[in-house]
């Protein structure tokens, strides 16, 4: 069972470009995180959202955690080649030991 | 500033064989947990820990085995190897309700 879908899977553009990647979810969870991670290294943390319509900005990017708490987005203005990654979204529960759940990523690729 | 350290990086093994993947941290934190990651398949949970002493399954937990003697460690145990066991191991840990520390990960191939 796919708790979290990421949109798109797949993402190549060009330095500059602007983009957003898709997190959703037909549960509730108590917070979201949002992790970066690089070839041959683990995720990193990006930003944890945890109140529903929270938006936090980190430099260029730009997250929004949805009025439901079931949904998030990730936007990245004038995006870099540094920006190139694997991006996962993952959910917790506080009920649940919390435990994450994790999305299955969406690669990007930022061209100079 | 170790954080998450897993050993070994790489490991071949034989189908039937056993091995341990070792994982240990240093920031006192009480839950661990053990994913493999797949492509196109994001991270999955095999099992985890809320403490020593304490373990429970995850979403993919057959073919393995974990134990948590102290706070510090929490290595994952294959029996006996099978190639879709083939995967990338990572090992995480964090407070109670907080976001996962993760270690570099364990490359394994099952021939």
């Known amino acids: 069972t796919q708790l979290l879908k990421q949109s798109p899977q797949f993402l190549s553009i060009q330095e500059g470009e602007n983009l957003t990647v898709y997190c959703n979810s037909s549960?509730?969870?108590?917070?979201l995180q949002w992790y970066r991670q690089e070839p041959g290294e683990g995720p990193v943390l990006l930003v944890t959202?945890?109140?529903?319509?929270e938006v936090k900005k980190l430099k260029r990017l730009t997250f929004q955690f949805g009025d439901a708490r079931k949904d998030s987005s990730l936007h990245i203005t004038a995006a870099q080649p540094g920006d190139t990654g694997l991006y996962l979204c993952?959910?917790?529960?506080?009920?649940?030991?919390?435990?994450?759940?994790f999305g299955d990523g969406t690669t990007l690729t930022v061209k100079p | 500033n170790a954080g998450v350290t897993q050993t070994p990086k790489f490991q071949v093994l034989k189908t039937g064989q056993s091995m341990t993947l070792q994982c240990a941290q240093d920031?006192?934190?009480?839950?661990m947990s053990w994913y493999r990651q797949d492509p196109g398949m994001g991270l999955r949970l095999i099992h985890y820990?809320?403490?020593?002493?304490?373990?429970d399954q995850g979403e993919v937990p057959n073919g393995y085995n974990v134990s948590r003697s102290t706070t510090e460690d929490f290595p994952l145990r294959l029996l006996s190897a099978a190639p879709s066991q083939t995967s990338v191991y990572f090992c995480?840990?964090?407070?109670?309700?907080?976001?996962?520390?993760f270690g570099n990960g364990t490359r394994l191939t099952v021939t």
């Open positions: 995480a840990s964090s407070f109670p309700n907080s976001p996962l520390h």
């Open positions: 549960s509730v969870f108590s917070s």
């Open positions: 959202v945890v109140t529903g319509g």
């Open positions: 993952a959910g917790a529960h506080y009920t649940n030991a919390g435990k994450s759940t």
């Open positions: 920031m006192n934190h009480e839950y």
């Open positions: 820990s809320v403490g020593a002493g304490i373990t």
